[in-house]
């Protein structure tokens, strides 16, 4: 049972180049997540994904773009990236246990990111 | 503004020596999580908390959620170096009997220095 993978973990890009990171779960989970942590400021929302079809932005969406054709795939792409956005991205799955009233996160190993 | 605030910030302990790091929040909290993340790594869960004076222990950790539901601590007992890490709360702000929403959020992070 994979769960959440993340690719890739560690990359260095030029600033202006495009890359998009992939994201793929296997618990049939609707929601899934985009989230980038930086020193101090812990974990911040990119975007996420109620399901196949709908993307909404997070709390810092700017210079990402998502999409959500499958349920399994959320990747997220950088179209030109820019050193502000070195940092360590997580993508997350979900699912909402309506009897425990808990939410069941789910999430990927990581990816190191340089801007350069 | 944060929703969820943690301190302290950093924290640096000789081996063998009790230490609590706090998790407060603005808004009542209908699921507490904790996370180890150890530099470089992902996340690691550690318990989640969902009632109010709620208290979990494994091994030498153990996490409390107050009764009014907006605060929490995680306390280890005689740390040792391997709990060096940075802890992260993250908490669910979707009261029970309700669906959906991305309403998941976590703290700053408190990074975790246990000296031999």
């Known amino acids: 049972n994979a769960g959440v993978t993340q690719t890739p973990k560690f990359q260095v890009l030029k600033t202006g180049q495009s890359m998009t990171l992939q994201c793929a779960q296997d618990?049939?989970?609707?929601?899934m997540s985009w989230y980038r942590q930086d020193p101090g400021m812990g974990l911040r929302l990119i975007h996420y994904s109620v399901g196949a079809g709908i993307t909404d932005q997070g709390e810092v969406p700017n210079g990402y773009n998502v999409s959500r054709s499958t349920t399994e795939d959320f990747p997220l792409r950088l179209l030109s990236a820019a050193p502000s956005q070195t940092s360590v991205y997580f993508c997350a799955s979900s699912y909402r246990n309506l009897t425990l009233s808990t939410t069941d996160i789910y999430f990927g190993e990581g990816s190191w990111l340089t801007v350069v | 503004s944060q929703e969820l605030e943690q301190s302290p910030q950093s924290l640096i302990v000789q081996e063998g020596k009790n230490l609590t790091i706090n998790c407060t929040s603005s808004k009542t909290l209908y699921g507490l999580y904790w996370y180890k993340q150890k530099y470089g790594e992902g996340l690691i869960f550690l318990m989640m908390l969902q009632k109010g004076g709620e208290e979990k222990s494994h091994e030498k950790i153990t996490a409390k959620l107050d009764e009014k539901k907006q605060q929490s601590s995680l306390h280890i007992t005689a740390s040792q170096p391997s709990h060096a890490g940075i802890y992260l709360c993250?908490?669910?702000?979707?009261?029970?009997?309700?669906?959906?929403?991305?309403?998941?959020?976590f703290g700053p992070g408190t990074r975790l220095s246990v000296l031999p």
């Open positions: 993250g908490a669910d702000h979707i009261p029970p009997g309700d669906n959906y929403g991305q309403n998941f959020v």
């Open positions: 618990m049939n989970h609707e929601y």
